[in-house]
């Protein structure tokens, strides 16, 4: 298996765009969590899916961010309208049978100017 | 409620000599613990996971933590640091049966040659 695969791997916007961040989960693996990594916060847990239904969004800093899980292979972490402050790596993790163990991907550096 | 606390933030060693990041924790039962390694530019990646099997846990690339309960500590250790070594590194709790992880703030490692 490749991994958890994160794209883009950079996004550079504009403030008042809207991005969107992607994560193909491991084959099988029914967790799926959203972070963001920023020096001031650390690495914050955004939400997190169980079998592509959201079990706790109470990370997600305002109503601008957004996430889906349409299938068990696809994610989305939408920012509308972004604002600089969203500048940070965001990762995507996911687990399966062991679910104290999270695999990363090697996330998206986005940066809004 | 569980926490982790990592009492250095940065952490400096000679290539060869043993390296100590230190980890204390707190929870209500008897926790999951983690740590995480982080390569500049790169996703998490487990170090090495206790559950309550045995208080000596021994993880990837020659590490090892002892849980301490007395203590409340789960320190990472090394015998001899590699410059590939460098990195930050996560000591992480796991918050229940929830799937969820919570990490702390990080300990940068310096290793010099």
């Known amino acids: 298996d490749a991994g958890v695969i994160q794209s883009p791997r950079h996004e550079v916007t504009e403030m008042g765009q809207e991005v969107t961040l992607r994560c193909k989960p491991i084959?099988?693996?029914?967790?799926l969590f959203w972070y963001r990594q920023t020096m001031m916060r650390g690495l914050e847990l955004l939400i997190y899916f169980n079998n592509n239904v959201p079990i706790d969004d109470s990370g997600m800093p305002e109503d601008r961010f957004s996430a889906k899980m349409p299938n068990a292979s696809f994610s989305t972490l939408k920012i509308q309208p972004s604002e600089p402050r969203d500048s940070a790596v965001y990762f995507c993790a996911t687990s399966g049978a062991d679910r104290d163990i999270q695999y990363f991907g090697a996330g998206t550096r986005l940066s809004v100017l | 409620a569980q926490s982790v606390t990592q009492l250095d933030s940065h952490v400096s060693v000679s290539e060869g000599t043993p390296v100590l990041l230190r980890c204390n924790y707190s929870s209500s039962y008897s926790p999951s613990l983690f740590w995480y390694v982080q390569h500049p530019n790169k996703g998490l990646q487990l170090l090495l996971k206790?559950?309550?099997?045995?208080?000596l846990v021994k993880g990837i690339n020659g590490f090892e933590a002892e849980f301490k309960k007395s203590e409340t500590s789960f320190h990472l250790t090394k015998p001899s640091a590699h410059m590939s070594d460098a990195a930050e590194y996560f000591c992480?709790?796991?918050?229940?049966?929830?799937?969820?992880?919570?990490f702390g703030q990080g300990t940068t490692l310096q290793v010099k040659p």
């Open positions: 992480v709790v796991g918050a229940s049966n929830t799937g969820k992880l919570i």
């Open positions: 084959s099988g693996h029914d967790y």
């Open positions: 206790y559950t309550s099997a045995a208080t």
